[in-house]
């Protein structure tokens, strides 16, 4: 018996131990999903020890939210409850809070944003994703046609379908309209015919008896086949003598144009424009109108969804203008560029690509330009200019530097809040002036408001609106003659009209909201920025979308585009996109921040990421194993990556070898460093304070260079990186600012989008060395002779061991791992020996070298792979036995004399 019972208790013992186990497993994959549900609430979890931070407080945000900044609202914030585990419990009866698939990230201390956890099973998108495995009964209804509505079930379907018409009753219009039939289509699907003609531009509910349900009538069914290939906008054609204009509002009852003789004057003419099929309204005046500017007002019923000029009062302008008068004015007619000639070599493989990322006032602002050029298209591309100590800076910085592509943020017309209205706010407030922007509301872009209209900020300062037309033209064939392709970055997820929650009307929310943009069951706008635009199951904003990159290829001559959260455009049309350019032309964007809407994000045709990517990504991963991920740094050691002295040496491997699963070749992902969101590459590797202004761990720095230009792929560099530009100027603490019966949100250096002279190129460091007695805390001038060798070395026969467009054999790459993970060697196709040393202590490598001459083309101190040296440590190796020590986090390349045979383009 005693035996027996020992046993039994054993048993017991086994069975606790397993369901605490199950338990503990269970607890886990809650914490990795961060939510969990029960009955009609569900439960947020956040667990420190897989996001590895020690935070004072937790916030959820997402879609549901409106992916609000807010970290004091009350009703999100998590509480601690011991463990490590935080928790947040909120009520979410019929999924009525929390849709499925509705994506949702946590948030902590002063607002840093964190990646979900690297096994999170419902990770997507850079979000973690709520309830993507289930399937709720929904229920949708949409016109086709006057005389045809469709009834869907889009996730569950119902036990039974209803096909008694009298279960069924529409109000259109406020007019009621029986049912007459009910007809089955396909699976979810049935067909309901009114008993009267739907008016299919009106707001129409349908009012279901089994359940007891109303629901808006989308026009979705109508929508997604009204296909019109009218051009659109206002010109003059040359075969008939006349201006044409054209505009897309198809739910309108009638459409007015007003043209001006001058911008500040009543209109000299006012058109009742003519209704056409497929949506248009059309007029045509007799003559060039050519310098005349115009504008609409749009008027039907006051009904959701509407914003017509009986409801807002104000008129708005033409989405297809080519001139705009800072974004609040009207348009201005205004006649076609002839585009730049081509580069002469053609456009860079993407293999080849070495991007350099600029925003046109950062790049001006402190050039030594007349005022009226700075800020400008045609002082960017300004010949000739030097700063004190005689180096080249602007244009000629760029010239001499090696790139063969510059990529500028956004040239689009954006907004930017009036200057009066601006001043009136801020013009002596302390903290405005101390970051430049109390006189105007400088801004990098991601706001456009006319997407076929270029900056008109960025014109000669009092010249003629519409100039800065000729001067970007001019300023593409400057950068053609020089053998730089121009990248533009553009933004078609969102337009301007709800950005920092203001309601501004400058074309499609005036025009047809529905149509345009997302938009929720009341069409309300849905998304982070209040305007995310319809590309799916909408022909013409398909149309816009490729046709402003073809007006911006065909009109001006650029050569790519880097695409602002392409995640939140369909892959269906950035696919179609792809196709209409060419296969030369270059397209990347970054795959992360999905839709808020739940059924774009369900759609598997139109939801992508990276492993489905349409376009060549930003290949975060890589950066991460580089230089450490994104969120404000804590430890030196541990969140700067493997330049920094991380260890992460597996990851960093993959970065080094297209080797992530995502990367079915070198050419899936473009790498970077830094970029301009977030912050810049010489903070994260400040001596002390993250302030890179009063000096920079330059070794460490010179080993991320290092690692990015070795390896495959295209390149993007975030301009000023090479000289250590810093954001140090921007503090670390968020503010909000009151405007104009709204809010401004300042988020310092993780952001600086809106904040001046933190993201000025200083061009005066160009030249200069350490001097600690001067102020001067970096060497600058060395670091930036680094970089350009890097570039050198990359572009050259050496270097085209990296620039490869597929997968490498499995011995391609051959790596050198001494014991310490810190330290990592690698051989490249026999041609190129890169050893690293991230360790804080010397190190010695021991391996064998392929045969052949091998010349020291890197180290710490320079990079020149034309000239040999003499006299240096390891400066000529023979092929081998090595055994090679480093100093603390040092770096050494050698090429092989013997074995170049790849020519570079």
């Known amino acids: 018996m005693p035996r027996l ?245 198809p739910r309108a009852d009638s459409v007015i144009v007003y043209l001006y003789e001058q911008t500040d004057q009543p209109p000299i003419k006012t058109i009742l424009m003519d209704r056409e099929p497929e949506g248009s309204w059309y007029t045509h005046l007799p003559g060039n109108w050519e310098g005349f500017y115009y504008d609409f007002t749009a008027h039907g019923p006051d009904e959701p969804g509407n914003h017509f000029h009986g409801r807002i009062r104000r008129h708005f302008s033409d989405p297809w203008a080519r001139v705009s008068v800072d974004s609040w004015g009207p348009a201005r007619i205004w006649p076609r560029m002839t585009p730049a000639t081509p580069l002469k070599n053609g456009i860079p493989r993407p293999q080849d690509l070495i991007a350099y990322e600029v925003h046109v006032q950062d790049f001006t602002n402190a050039l030594p330009l007349p005022d009226s050029l700075r800020g400008s298209f045609r002082g960017f591309v300004t010949p000739g200019l030097r700063n004190t100590h005689g180096a080249p800076i602007g244009f000629d910085h760029l010239k001499e530097l090696g790139i063969n592509a510059v990529h500028l943020m956004p040239v689009q017309e954006f907004l930017h809040y009036p200057d009066k209205v601006w001043q009136k706010a801020f013009l002596n407030d302390p903290y405005m002036i101390e970051q430049g922007i109390n006189r105007e509301n400088y801004q990098w872009g991601y706001r456009t408001s006319h997407a076929f209209a270029l900056e008109s900020r960025f014109r000669v300062k009092d010249s003629p609106w519409g100039s800065q037309n000729r ?23 969102h337009t301007a009209e709800r950005m920092d929650g203001r309601m501004m009307y400058f074309n499609f929310a005036a025009i047809d909201a529905p149509y345009f943009y997302r938009t929720d069951a009341q069409y309300d706008f849905i998304g982070a920025y209040g305007t995310e635009t319809k590309s799916e199951q909408r022909p013409l904003m398909r149309r816009w979308i490729i046709e402003q990159v073809l007006d911006l290829k065909e009109q001006y001559g650029i050569d790519g585009i880097r695409i602002d959260l392409a995640g939140q455009t369909d892959e269906q049309t950035l696919r179609e996109l792809r196709r209409v350019v060419g296969p030369d032309f270059i397209i990347y964007g970054e795959p992360w921040i999905g839709s808020d809407d739940p059924d774009y994000e369900a759609n598997p045709d139109w939801d992508w990421y990276k492993e489905d990517a349409p376009i060549i990504f930003f290949q975060d991963d890589s950066r991460n194993a580089f230089k450490g991920p994104t969120s404000d740094p804590q430890n030196k050691q541990t969140d700067r990556g493997y330049a920094g002295g991380a260890g992460n040496r597996e990851q960093v491997k993959k970065a080094l070898s297209a080797g992530f699963p995502e990367d079915k070749t070198p050419l899936s992902g473009i790498n970077y460093l830094d970029i301009h969101d977030n912050w810049a590459l010489a903070d994260r590797f400040a001596t002390k304070n993250w302030d890179g202004r009063f000096g920079v761990d330059e070794d460490a720095y010179k080993i991320a260079a290092t690692l990015l230009f070795t390896s495959p792929g295209p390149l993007v560099l975030h301009g000023g990186s090479e000289f250590m530009r810093s954001k140090g100027h921007a503090p670390l603490t968020e503010l909000i600012k009151e405007f104009n019966g709204g809010k401004i949100w300042l988020h310092g250096k993780r952001d600086t989008y809106n904040l001046a002279t933190a993201n ?101 101190d320079k990079v020149d792979h034309k000239r040999e040296r003499e006299g240096y440590p390891y400066s000529k190796l023979h092929g081998g036995r090595q055994s090679i020590e480093l100093p603390p986090f040092a770096l050494r390349i050698w090429i092989n004399k013997s074995a170049v045979t790849h020519k570079s383009r």
């Open 471 to 493: 001067d970007f033209r001019d300023l593409v064939q400057r950068f053609h003659d020089n053998d730089i392709a121009v990248i533009v970055d553009v933004v078609f997820n």
């Open 5 to 249: 019972t020992n046993i039994v208790k054993i048993m017991k013992s086994i069975i606790f131990i397993l369901l605490l186990f199950s338990l503990t497993q269970a607890q886990t994959a809650n914490a990795l999903r961060g939510y969990k549900m029960h009955g009609d609430s569900v439960t947020f979890i956040f667990d420190r020890n897989l996001y590895r931070v020690q935070p004072a407080r937790v916030v959820v945000t997402g879609a549901f939210r409106g992916w609000s900044d807010d970290m004091n609202d009350q009703r999100w914030l998590l509480r601690e409850s011991g463990n490590g585990i935080w928790r947040l419990t909120v009520a979410n009866p019929d999924f009525s809070l929390l849709p499925p698939s509705s994506p949702f990230k946590f948030r902590i201390d002063d607002g840093i944003w964190l990646d979900p956890p690297q096994n999170a099973p419902n990770a997507r998108g850079g979000n973690l994703i709520f309830a993507d495995d289930i399937q709720p009964m929904i229920i949708r209804a949409e016109l086709v046609s006057a005389r045809d509505v469709r009834l869907l079930f889009p996730r569950a379907r119902p036990e039974k379908y209803i096909y008694d018409p009298a279960a069924y009753r529409l109000t259109n219009g406020g007019r009621e309209i029986a049912v007459e039939r009910v007809l089955y289509i396909q699976p979810g699907e049935l067909q309901l015919v009114p008993a009267q003609a739907v008016d299919i531009r009106r707001f129409t509910r349908l009012h279901l008896e089994h359940p007891k349900k109303t629901v808006t009538v989308r026009y979705n069914g109508w929508f997604k086949h009204l296909y019109n290939g009218r051009p659109l906008g206002a010109w003059h054609d040359t075969s008939d003598s006349h201006t044409h204009i054209r505009l897309f509002a």
């Open 760 to 860: 000025l190129f200083v061009w005066e460091n160009l030249g200069r060395n350490m001097a600690p007695d001067s102020g001067i805390y970096c060497n600058y001038k060395d670091m930036n002779a680094f970089w350009r060798g890097l570039i050198a070395l990359r572009l050259s026969d050496y270097g085209s061991v990296f620039r490869i467009a597929e997968k490498p054999a499995a011995d391609y790459y051959r790596w050198i791992e001494p014991q310490d993970s810190r330290m990592l060697g690698y051989i490249v196709d026999g041609r190129i020996c890169v050893l690293l040393n991230t360790a804080d202590s010397s190190g010695v490598f021991n391996f064998s070298m392929p045969r052949g001459d091998w010349i020291l083309a890197a180290d710490n």
